[in-house]
């Protein structure tokens, strides 16, 4: 074999091998639309301080602002009324989602400048209303209640399930096998393309 091409065979052979090696990310699923206050908002937690889950919004919120993977542009205050808001937090019971109530751990409205739920799919909403399950969460570990929450906070900034990656997306519903409680590198990427 000519030294050229000798040379050449070896190049090509450790580009190849490096990209074999070489980690690929995808980026979590995202609704078609997109919140028109965007990420740098105010939220709003029904009775505050008194509200049982105010520890895992918190943390959750602030998981969002510092996920560890790099900047992204999302910075939340919160705020002593739903005016203006891009985020609403309430706690409810298990019996606000009838029978299936125990199964569910939280459920984000998208909702237009009226007050009605819209497809993020179809439109862009003004603001989204998150409830938490208080009932459910309440068994949890303060890792699964600040997990559950980031979920939903996912959506609310317009982050679609991403059941297809339960160890790399707090976007996996828990029911398809979550084991992250905290934004990972998917979903930070996924606020930056979108936004």
């Known amino acids: 074999m000519k030294p050229k091409k000798y040379l050449c065979s070896i190049i090509l052979s450790t580009l190849f ?4 090696a070489t980690p690929v990310f ?14 740098n908002v105010y939220y709003y937690i029904e009775n505050g301080s008194s509200n049982p889950l105010y520890t895992p919004i918190r ?9 560890g993977y790099g900047s992204n542009p999302i910075y939340l205050y919160i705020k002593s009324t739903n005016s203006g808001t891009a985020i609403d937090f309430y706690a409810k019971t298990s019996s606000y989602w009838g029978p299936d109530g125990d199964n569910i751990g939280g459920q984000t409205r998208p909702m237009n400048a009226s007050g009605y739920e819209i497809d993020p799919n179809l439109s862009n909403w003004l603001y989204s209303e998150i ?14 209640r600040q997990g559950v929450t980031a979920h939903e906070m996912g959506h609310a900034f317009g982050l679609a ?13 828990t029911a398809y096998g979550r084991t992250v409680q905290t934004v990972q590198q998917e979903d930070n ?4 393309a979108k936004y």
Not at 26 to 39: D, E, H, K, L, Q
Not at 131 to 144: I, M, V, W
Not at 161 to 171: A, C, D
Request: glycine share 4%; aromatic share 10%; with cysteine.
């Open 17 to 20: 091998t490096i990209l074999l």
């Open 26 to 39: 995808a980026i979590t699923p995202t609704f078609t639309y997109s919140c028109s206050r965007g990420v």
């Open 59 to 67: 943390d959750a919120a602030y998981n969002w602002e510092h996920t």
């Open 131 to 144: 409830y938490l399950n208080n009932t459910a969460l309440s068994t949890l570990s303060s890792s699964l």
């Open 161 to 173: 399930h991403y059941n297809s990656n339960p160890t790399g997306s707090i976007m996996c519903q």
């Open 189 to 192: 990427d996924a606020i930056n």
